[in-house]
Structures are given as C-alpha cells and as structure tokens.
C-alpha cells in the first residue's frame, strides 16, 4: 500500500506519467500501422493525460515555487519539441497547457 505522501491522489505526475510516457512511445513505435487521423488523435490523448497530471499535482499539493516553473518548462519543451518535430500535438498541448499555467499563476498570486 502506498503511504500518503506517494498516493495517487497527492502525487498524480509519479503514477500517471510513466504510462503515459509509454502510450506515446508505443504509439510513435507502431505509428506506421496506425491510419494518419487516429495518429493524431493518440498523440493529443497521451500528451494530454501527461500534462493534465502536472497540472492536477499544481492543484492539488498548492502552488510553491517549483510546480509551476516545472509544468512551465514542460509545456515548452513540449511545444519545441513539437516544432522540430512538425508535430501539431505537441504544439498545441504545450500552449495550452503554458495559458493554464500562467492563468493559475495570475489567479493565486492575484
């Protein structure tokens, strides 16, 4: 049993990210097989969920200094890999995923 510092509920990014992480890399291994369309939209649901978690730990454990700066730095490392890559997913999950974050900063700071 996990103890309370490590549960789901307390720690979303250190259970979800590692499936998450896989998803995409089986998604990118098999992505020749999968049609153009659905492609996409496996990419969108992956990096989604990994930024929806980074997002809900912000929530949930409040905001110190370090969460946002990480989901800050994860949202452009998200976009850029997204335009070396060509690839819309990442470009656009990262941007708003960044929009949410600089918005939460704004709101609990204001």
Do not use: C
Not at 18 to 47: C, D
Not at 70 to 96: D, E, H, K, P
């Amino acid at each position: 049993m996990a103890s309370s510092q490590t549960s789901i509920l307390t720690r979303p990014q250190l259970w979800v990210v590692p499936g998450a992480v896989a998803y995409l890399g089986t998604v990118h291994w098999e992505h020749h097989r999968i049609p153009l369309k659905q492609l996409s939209n496996l990419r969108y649901l992956s990096i989604g969920i990994l930024y929806i978690s980074s997002t809900m730990e912000l929530f949930v454990q409040g905001m110190d200094l370090w969460e946002p700066v990480v989901l800050t730095v994860l949202s452009i490392a998200g976009m850029l890999t997204g335009i070396g890559l060509q690839l819309r997913a990442f470009l656009y999950n990262g941007l708003t995923f960044l929009a949410v974050v600089l918005i939460t900063i704004v709101w609990k700071v204001g």
